[in-house]
């Protein structure tokens, strides 16, 4: 998984504190998408962004949840005011251009809530 | 909503067999892609296949995008320990709007 950096790789936060998740794309990459995977389940879809420009977020939260991908700097994904439901494995995936490119992943960030 | 059915969901064979699983869609993309991920890690790219009937191997692994456009198949030849993993199938439809399968999970018997 080289090229796409998360981090921290692992993320402990109490219930009620702020969640912050951090993804640089590979070299070259200008599309960013964040995934969410529970144990033994499969990827699902939160939110696809370009540089300053949310795409698509129908996979994400209304309340809580926010993500932005900033023309300087890494996508962030962003989960206020945490929850025990929030713990999860969070996966950037990112890709050269919006149609038909295949998309690279992170190795992700496992976040616990105490 | 579109939903991307792997078969089968678990294999358990013995080192040396060859694996074959599917994925299957209700609708027809122009794109799908096989990843592999090991526990703990992030979903790694095997094969990404672009035109209907298309084959395409890398090392022990062949993969197929079916003619009809609604499936494709992953096949992976004389099978070692560390082929052990969650394969997903993924893809994009013809709207550009890109799908995960559920999953085969392979464990291989030394």
């Known amino acids: 998984n080289a090229g796409v950096m998360q981090n921290p790789r692992h993320l402990v936060r109490r219930r009620g504190q702020e969640a912050r998740l951090r993804c640089s794309p590979m070299?070259?990459?200008?599309?960013v998408y964040w995934y969410r995977q529970l144990p033994e389940e499969g990827l699902k879809f939160m939110v696809y962004?370009?540089?300053?420009?949310?795409?698509?977020e129908s996979g994400m939260p209304k309340e809580r949840f926010s993500a932005e991908f900033p023309k300087e700097g890494p996508s962030i994904l962003r989960i206020q005011q945490v929850v025990r439901g929030d713990s999860a494995a969070y996966f950037c995936?990112?890709?050269?251009?919006?149609?038909?490119?295949?998309?690279?992943f992170g190795d992700g960030t496992r976040l616990s809530i105490l | 909503g579109q939903q991307l059915n792997q078969s089968p969901q678990s294999m358990f064979i013995q080192e040396g067999e060859d694996v074959s699983m599917n994925c299957t869609s209700s609708?027809?993309?122009?794109?799908w892609l096989w990843y592999k991920q090991d526990p703990g890690e992030g979903p790694v790219l095997l094969i990404a296949?672009?035109?209907?009937?298309e084959l395409t191997s890398n090392g022990r692994l062949t993969a197929q995008f079916g003619i009809t456009r609604k499936d494709s198949f992953l096949n992976i030849s004389a099978s070692i320990p560390s082929d052990v993993g969650i394969y997903f199938c993924?893809?994009?439809?013809?709207?550009?709007?890109?799908?995960f399968g559920t999953g085969t999970s392979l464990t291989v018997i030394p």
């Open positions: 995936a990112s890709s050269r251009g919006p149609t038909y490119q295949p998309q690279h």
């Open positions: 070299k070259g990459h200008s599309h």
């Open positions: 962004l370009q540089k300053e420009n949310i795409i698509d």
């Open positions: 609708s027809i993309f122009n794109t």
């Open positions: 296949l672009y035109k209907a009937g």
């Open positions: 993924a893809g994009y439809n013809t709207g550009n709007q890109f799908y």
